[in-house]
């Protein structure tokens, strides 16, 4: 459980749930499903990433890696968007998104899907849609160098700082990643209507974002017909239309 104690006091005073997310982040999108599956109230703190709205102290001292979302229940910081889902479904076990006979495949779905998010998820986003969108002037950049501690999360920003391209290299290696990945999942569907079975768990709804994000990037789901049944089947839940649609409703048009 990824517990964070923050420099910025002010949120330990939080009473009830609150989410710090953003309208495009996939991560977030796992978050606001999960709450709306659980019929949770929560408070909303959007911070819009294309303005940049979570580079600054006050956030990085909630969130050590300035990333969303973050969650403040009762005044006590969960980060990592899979930790936090995991989390709120211990928590608040009613509905149920997990069952105890499949619940150690899940968190190797939930897993497998955070693994991949700098590797394989973030170049090819970035690289086909978000870079130019969320372009860093100079003390913007001098600003992130200075609150970000995490040398991945560096390394990554400093590739397509500056009108910089991500590297042929990169790309190849981000949709070999995918490609592996999607494959798996296209035969965990084979003959299921969720990835675990009959049960729409945890599983569904840490891989449903990255659906909808990288379809919305061009990315050729064609070739794999269960996950587009899959597909099919998630549009029609609510917690789809409330947790990703409501913010986020063509990813394409970003």
């Not at 109230?41 to 294309?50: T, Y």
């Not at 079975?197 to 599983?203: D, I, P, R, S, Y």
């Amino acid at each position: 459980m990824a517990i964070i104690v923050p420099t910025n006091k002010s949120v330990e005073a939080f009473e009830g749930l609150h989410l710090y997310h953003g309208d495009i982040s996939n991560c977030s999108m796992r978050v606001r499903m999960t709450l709306e599956e659980k019929g949770l109230s929560w408070e909303s703190h959007h911070l819009d990433l294309k303005k940049k709205e979570n580079i600054n102290d006050d956030y990085f001292g909630i969130n050590p890696k300035g990333l969303v979302p973050t969650l403040v229940d009762q005044g006590v910081v969960h980060v990592e968007s899979n930790e936090i889902i995991d989390y709120l479904d211990e928590t608040y076990p009613e509905p149920p998104l997990r069952s105890p006979d499949t619940e150690a495949e899940m968190l190797e779905w939930l897993d497998l899907a955070g693994s991949i998010h700098v590797p394989a998820v973030k170049p090819y986003v970035y690289s086909t849609r978000i870079a130019p969108k969320v372009a860093k002037t100079a003390e913007e950049e001098r600003k992130y160098n200075e609150l970000q501690k995490n040398q991945e999360l560096k390394t990554f920003h400093q590739k397509h700082a500056g009108g910089a391209m991500f590297s042929d290299e990169d790309i190849a290696k981000s949709k070999a990643i995918l490609h592996d990945c999607f494959t798996k999942l296209e035969n965990a569907l084979a003959g299921n209507r969720w990835v675990l079975g009959e049960q729409f768990t945890l599983a569904d709804i840490s891989w449903i974002p990255l659906h909808h994000v990288l379809i919305g990037c061009g990315y050729p789901f064609e070739n794999f017909p269960n996950i587009q049944r899959w597909a099919a089947s998630f549009h029609e839940r609510q917690s789809f239309r409330e947790g990703v649609l409501k913010w986020c409703p063509d990813f394409s048009k970003v």
